[in-house]
T-cell receptor
Framework: DTEVTQTPKHLVMGMTNKKSLKCEQH?????MYWYKQKAKKPPELMFV???????INESVPSRFSPECPNSSLLNLHLHALQPEDSALYLC?????????????FGPGTRLTVL | QQPVQSPQAVILREGEDAVINCSSS?????VHWYRQKHGEAPVFLMI?????EQKGHEKISASFNEKKQQSSLYLTASQLSYSGTYFC????????????FGKGTKLSVIP
């Protein structure tokens, strides 16, 4: 299984809503990532989890709250978002022990904040 | 620090070749290349490591010049399926497991 799955595929939410994005991989990868991608821009790193611990937080606003319940799952909790947070949210994973480890991306969740 | 990609965009006819460059002002540990089609996730193409060899499969290959801190992606005999935006992702240190992506190069292959 060489796949990263993400749910939901699309999400529309109001600025007062609370929602969560889910990411799952069963490749035994111990590095997992959240990226934000706006149209015609490169993926922008938000968070890195290494061995289920948050290792990097790229100064992301607190309205985004990541969680890694176990080595296969990664969540991103959303609360009080702004319209400018509308974007494609990508999850990725990578094997930490492999020098030439490929970083696999999930299909993404397209988020629209009204 | 974000790597610099060039060109920003290129249009090719089927069968033509293209080179996309990715350069950094900092010493790199690795360079990863991805292709992203509209509305889809980035797809891994290859990784170049510091001290490693040029990589390639089929008609896509890449090199890494450590002296210049520059990687180049070579697309030969382009096909319509090569269309998309190509991103390089650079990693500064061994074990950092953190990629910073360039702004991308939009490649359009026309019949």
């Amino acid at each position: 299984d060489t796949e990263v799955t993400q749910t939901p595929k699309h999400l529309v939410m109001g600025m007062t809503n609370k929602k969560s994005l889910k990411c799952e991989q069963h490749m035994g990868h111990r590095a997992m990532y959240w990226y934000k991608q706006k149209a015609k821009k490169p993926p922008e790193l938000m968070f890195v989890y290494s061995y289920e611990k948050l290792s990097i937080n790229e100064s992301v606003p607190s309205r985004f709250s990541p969680e890694c319940p176990n080595s296969s799952l990664l969540n991103l909790h959303l609360h009080a978002l702004q319209p400018e947070d509308s974007a494609l949210y990508l999850c990725a994973s990578r094997r930490r022990s492999d020098r030439e480890g490929e970083q696999f991306f999930g299909p993404g969740t397209r988020l629209t904040v009204l | 620090q974000q790597p610099v990609q060039s060109p920003q965009a290129v249009i090719l006819r089927e069968g033509e070749d293209a080179v996309i460059n990715c350069s950094s002002s900092k010493a790199l540990y690795s360079v990863h290349w991805y292709r992203q089609k509209h509305g889809e996730a980035p797809v891994f193409l290859m990784i170049l490591l510091k001290g490693g060899e040029q990589k390639g499969h089929e008609k896509i290959s890449a090199s890494f010049n450590e002296k210049k801190q520059q990687s180049s992606l070579y697309l030969t005999a382009s096909q319509l399926s090569y269309s998309g935006t190509y991103f390089c992702g650079t990693e500064l240190g061994a074990g950092s497991y953190q990629l910073t992506f360039g702004k991308g190069t939009k490649l359009s292959v026309i019949p």
